[in-house]
């Protein structure tokens, strides 16, 4: 009996001892899978985090140039705000591509205001009227020849201005620098555009720096399209980035711009000239009634009731024809 008590006894030790060593293995196996998963997930943080800043440096660059092209931008606006006042006299000279002085437009001014009014008195013996006649002359038909020229020169601009962008991206696809393909616009482009990359070229060999030239270059053409061009090469200059792939962007442009203007143009032609009769046929009238039966018509011009119907029908046609202008004007 004690011999059969002593060997279950040592049995049971023996199953105790083998399940303790089992759990005890089993424990440390797992608490070692737990501290290499530990060491894992570090790892992987680590990593995580180094892809992170990886991604995030390389990203960097982007977003400095991003912010440099959105500084360019908001400089270039609040020098255009700051800017936007009425041209002077000598502004308009330059825009009209006229080489003459302020003091000889105001000489040409005061020679048209003596003729005008010398012509009117003349005519009406009346010394108001040729007053206000030469007021309106001396002021007016200068101002209004210098926006003719100024409109016929900007014309003849555009008609040249993305053939001569084209010839930018060409020479700076094949490695010529910008300075070198704005020399030859220079040289071979016909005026105005050559004249006027002449002198951007000019004020550049005297030491002007490219914006503060082609800011002067805006100044004398003061066009949308120029001012793009503008726009394009300052922020390339500030920020860097593919010269030829912006200016070609910009040539294509300006030619769907002067494409919608023609389309317009045309689409705008048959109300024009609607207007164009419609403004034209009182003062037809009068001549033609004045031509043929003068005494009918005499009364507008030698009584006083006549007079002012006769100013109240010119204002009424004045509004008239600037309210159809203002109707027939379209921005593109």
Not at 9 to 20: E, Q
Not at 216 to 225: C, Q
Not at 283 to 301: D, G, R
Request: hydrophobic fraction near 50%.
């Amino acid at each position: 009996m004690d011999g059969n008590t002593t060997t279950m006894a040592v049995i049971l030790l023996a199953v105790f001892a083998a399940c303790a060593g089992f759990f005890a293995l089993s424990g440390a196996k797992s608490g070692s899978e737990r501290k290499a998963a530990k060491r894992v997930t570090a790892l992987a943080g680590r990593s995580a985090a180094g892809r992170g800043r990886g991604q995030a440096s390389a990203a960097d660059p982007a977003d400095k140039r991003r912010k440099q092209v959105a500084d360019s931008l908001k400089a270039i606006e609040r020098k255009a705000a700051q800017q936007k006042a009425r041209p002077t006299i000598k502004q308009r000279l330059e825009q009209a591509g006229l080489s003459a002085t302020v003091s000889s437009f105001w000489l040409a001014s005061l020679g048209v205001a003596v003729v005008v009014g010398l012509l009117t008195f003349l005519k009406v013996m009346n010394i108001w009227i040729a007053l206000g006649a030469a007021f309106a002359a001396g002021l007016g038909l200068p101002r209004w020849v210098l926006n003719f020229l100024k409109n016929r020169r900007q014309k003849k601009f555009l008609n040249e201005f993305a053939n001569s962008i084209d010839v930018i991206v060409r020479g700076v696809k094949s490695g010529l620098p910008l300075n070198d393909c704005l020399k030859m616009i220079g040289q071979e482009a016909p005026d105005p555009v050559g004249g006027e990359f002449r002198q951007i070229v000019e004020n550049q060999r005297v030491g002007l720096p490219l914006e503060d030239c082609l800011k002067r270059f805006v100044d004398r053409i003061p066009l949308a399209e120029v001012n793009f061009f503008y726009i394009v090469l300052s922020i390339q200059q500030k920020a860097g980035g593919n010269l030829s792939e912006a200016l070609g962007n910009l040539s294509a442009v300006l030619r769907d711009r002067k494409r919608l203007q023609g389309k317009i143009k045309a689409l705008s032609s048959e109300a024009k000239s609607s207007a164009a009769i419609i403004g034209a046929l009182p003062v037809v009238m009068m001549v033609l009634v004045y031509l043929t039966t003068p005494n009918y018509i005499s009364a507008l011009f030698t009584e006083r009731l006549g007079n002012i119907m006769l100013a109240g029908c010119v204002a009424w046609m004045t509004i008239g024809v600037l309210v159809m202008k203002k109707m027939i004007s379209f921005k593109y």
